[in-house]
């Protein structure tokens, strides 16, 4: 590790919250490179980590988005940046809105924001899956409540209402029995316009995330699959545990949506194996950083690094292999809940107590770098007065 001077190339990366943000930090702070960590709050977990150089409050881009933009430029202006590195999908789509006025600034590793709007629409998606031949869960993409009421003998049942916009987790209700299905449906049209019905993929198949970097002639420089051991909620949030696998056929579709995209820069393509038929189904991409970015790190495949080497204007490829069976683990709150909430939460594989089980690293704890723990727990007190941090918190409870 080197220590970055006052001579030593500046990054600043947004949303300094998560973990993929600290992951982010450390992986560039620990190589000698200045990082500035921006966030909308003064209490932020990667604020309290070793490798933040710089901490910058900004206004929230979710409410003031004009202001955030206008802060950032400011900072661009005062300070020589090598790159920006947004985290979060809304300090993503501003910055590839402003482009023309940041790109002479510094570098942004972002698609066009035409490309990302694209890739966070799941009808888009989805029509583009099935042009490509790649598997996807049958979906039914109603122009108005009144059609579903209509053909609501022959949707799917059980069922998954999905928003159309969007990526993750948020917004998404799971329907058991079609008397419910019509009501539900009504609810989330209510909170999101005319949400899809897909057919929901049967438990028994393992949740797989294929992570790639594209370079600007829309070349994967970089790749990395894991798959989920345990999420929270159960019925399908964010992974609280995960480990590095191979899989050349996932690896394959999600780098043929995202060719087919003419992507640039970082994404991760979502599928879930059907036991039905025993094939990969498209969930989604997610166009931006993903919140199992520490395992990438962890298991060999730097994305933080590879992408400041092509701010760097070096472009070569990145590793071809990575460390199998390396497991990453988000313990705070969210492997805890997972814990409560699971029924057979004394019989997990790996057990819940198996706090430093060999080849597992943490989302955010260290022992090089211990203060994001206490950062964590502090940010807690965000949710008492913080409007972004309310609202992420209320948009997480109602699914």
Not at 80 to 109: D, I, K, N
Not at 177 to 196: F, G, M, N, V
Request: glycine share 6%; hydrophobic share 40%.
């Amino acid at each position: 590790m080197s220590a970055p001077t006052s001579h030593s190339p500046r990054v600043l990366i947004t949303d300094g919250h998560w973990a993929k943000t600290l992951a982010a930090t450390r992986s560039l702070g620990r190589r000698g490179i200045r990082v500035t960590v921006g966030e909308s709050t003064a209490i932020a977990t990667t604020f309290f980590s070793r490798y933040c150089a710089r901490r910058l409050v900004y206004p929230s881009p979710q409410t003031c988005p004009e202001a955030f933009i206008e802060a950032l430029v400011r900072e661009l202006k005062r300070e020589h940046y090598t790159m920006v590195l947004p985290m979060e999908e809304r300090t993503t789509l501003l910055l590839a809105r402003y482009r023309e006025e940041l790109e002479p600034l510094t570098f942004l590793p972002l698609t066009d924001f035409a490309s990302l709007d694209r890739a966070r629409r799941k009808d888009e998606v989805l029509t583009l899956a099935a042009r490509l031949g790649v598997p996807a869960p049958a979906t039914v993409f109603p122009q108005d409540p009144e059609e579903v009421r209509e053909q609501l003998d022959q949707l799917p049942i059980p069922a998954v209402i999905k928003p159309r916009l969007g990526s993750g987790s948020a917004g998404i209700v799971y329907v058991r029995r079609r008397e419910d299905l019509w009501a539900a449906y009504l609810k989330a049209h209510d909170r999101s316009p005319r949400p899809l019905i897909q057919e929901y993929i049967p438990e028994g198949g393992p949740a797989v995330g294929a992570s790639f970097l594209f370079d600007r002639l829309h070349r994967p420089v970089a790749h990395f699959v894991h798959k989920r051991l345990r999420q929270y909620p159960l019925t399908g949030g964010p992974s609280t545990l995960r480990e590095s696998i191979v899989d050349p056929v996932v690896q394959e579709l999600g780098e043929r949506m995202l060719t087919a995209l003419q992507w640039f820069g970082v994404a991760m393509v979502e599928f879930r194996y059907d036991p039905r038929d025993g094939l990969p189904k498209l969930m989604e991409i997610n166009p931006r950083f993903w919140g199992s970015l520490p395992l990438a790190v962890y298991a060999g495949v730097d994305f933080p690094h590879l992408i400041f080497r092509l701010a760097q204007g070096q472009s070569w490829p990145g590793p071809r292999e990575y460390a199998l069976g390396k497991r990453c683990r988000w313990i705070l709150p969210g492997d805890l809940l997972h814990f409560f909430k699971n029924p057979r939460r004394f019989h997990l594989d790996p057990g819940f107590f198996r706090f430093f089980a060999k080849n597992t690293a943490h989302d955010f704890f260290s022992w090089s770098d211990p203060g994001p723990v206490a950062g964590r727990v502090l940010t807690l007190l965000t949710l008492l007065y913080d409007p972004d941090m309310k609202r992420l918190l209320r948009d997480r409870t109602h699914r």
